[in-house]
């Protein structure tokens, strides 16, 4: 009489489960999420590159009006250096000679009065004619 029950080799014959080997100390289901997570993070950062580079998009063509040109005139009896300095090859330095010429000798009675002033010469003044103010006949 053997007792089938109590016998070690009788017992069932299934194969044990070995548990599975943890990764980096996760167990399997924290492996899973990590898993997930990584992938979800990898769809994002592509999706928003794609936005970065514009990808899909069709450039848009922007008219501009062109730009208004910059006009003025200066009265050579009333400017200041600074003024002068803003026309043609005129710069800080000749801008002060002809404010200079004209305290010392009095207002330019014609635009070619400019000629007298040392720096300037005939190409140097049509350049520059017109952003000068007539001068009036009356000031004599």
Known sequence: MYHLIGRPDMQDNQPEETP????????????????????????LAVIYLGR???????????NRQNPLPYEYQIDIN????VEFAQLKQIGPVLGKKI???RET?????????????????????????????PIPTDSH
């Open 78 to 81: 009333q400017a200041t250096w």
């Open 52 to 62: 970065l580079s514009r990808w899909g998009t069709e450039p848009i063509e922007i």
């Open 99 to 101: 404010v200079a010429h």
């Open 20 to 43: 599975s080997k943890p990764f980096l100390g996760l167990q399997r289901e924290d492996q899973y999420f990590l898993g997930l997570l990584v992938i979800a993070i990898l769809i």
């Open 105 to 133: 000798h009095g207002p330019f009675l014609s635009i070619e009065d400019l000629l007298q002033v040392k720096g300037i010469g005939p190409r140097k003044l049509n350049e520059n004619r017109i952003y000068f103010k």
